[in-house]
């Protein structure tokens, strides 16, 4: 991670090496450091809004196969990475601004079900923005989704990936 003081401003973005650049912004789309890769080379950036756009333009030009591939980098919500202590520190802060490191016995064993049984189904993980939700609309959120089409879900999963990547850049970036 960066070796100086966060957020930074966008002409300190502008300025970094590459180096720093893949480390600062290898984790805004969940360990896929292929994006950042990518984006560095269309620097300079005017300002954070066009930042967030490359990495978003970056997500929707990669292939169908490619898109799958980043859901599945994405850990399962309340699953066992989280109860290990294995999630990225990201995806770690997210949950927990979610309430998900307080799921009662019963939701915990709905989430498990839903999150296998989706899982089941589309060959990739449940993913949506936590921390622009609560225990109870991604459970729901679970459940409903479940009955979309492969297609669907590939959409919308990353149209949540595009969400989370956005709050995290703007973590990083003054804006
Ligand atoms: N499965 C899933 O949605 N995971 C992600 N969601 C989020 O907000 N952070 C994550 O790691």
Not at 101 to 123: C, H, I, P, W
Request: with cysteine; aromatic share 6%.
């Amino acid at each position: 991670m960066a070796s100086f003081p966060l957020p930074i401003s966008i002409s300190e973005v502008n300025s970094l090496s590459d180096e720093q650049f893949e480390s600062v912004f290898g984790n805004v789309i969940e360990l896929c450091t292929d994006a950042a890769a990518e984006v560095k080379k269309k620097r300079p950036f005017q300002d954070v809004t066009a930042l967030c756009d490359a990495f978003q333009s970056y997500l929707e030009d990669i292939s169908l196969a490619d898109k799958v591939v980043i859901l599945k980098l994405h850990p399962d919500l309340a699953g066992r990475l989280a109860a290990r202590g294995e999630l990225t520190p990201e995806s770690a802060g997210e949950q927990r601004a979610a309430g998900l490191d307080g799921l009662t016995a019963e939701q915990k064993r709905v989430m498990d079900e839903s999150n296998q049984r989706y899982k089941l189904k589309f060959g990739f993980p449940f993913i949506i923005c936590a921390r622009e939700n609560k225990v109870q609309s991604i459970i729901e959120g679970l459940q409903r989704r479940y009955n979309n089409s492969q297609e669907q879900e590939i959409i919308t999963g990353i149209y949540e990936v595009k969400k989370i990547c956005k709050l995290r850049i703007l973590d990083i970036v003054k804006h």
